[in-house]
């Protein structure tokens, strides 16, 4: 199983550290490789993501400008949902 975080003009170095460690604390409870890619925008204060992993796996979503969006934890609750499977 293997996990990357890409983070592409996205500010604090920091911060990237800590939004990576959530997203990897969230996919090390899934098998398979998994690889998340967030986009920031040089344009202006929105981003996407994009999960992509096993099976085909396939999600993105916009990450809007609004304060507390870029947060750790508010991107572990993101990725969590988008990877759950509906029962």
């Given at each position: 199983m293997a996990i990357s975080v890409e983070m592409h003009n996205t500010a604090d170095p920091a911060l990237r550290a800590k939004v990576a460690?959530?997203?990897e604390r969230?996919?090390?409870?899934?098998?398979?490789?998994?690889r998340v890619v967030?986009?920031?925008s040089q344009a202006n204060d929105q981003g996407e993501m994009k999960i992509t992993g096993p099976n085909a796996f396939e999600r993105a979503c916009t990450l809007e400008g609004t304060p507390g969006q870029r947060e750790p934890q508010?991107?572990?609750?993101?990725?969590?949902?988008?990877?759950?499977?509906?029962r």
């Open positions: 460690t959530a997203i969230v996919l090390s409870q899934r098998s398979g490789d998994w967030i986009l920031g508010v991107i572990r609750g993101i990725v969590a949902r988008m990877v759950s499977v509906p």
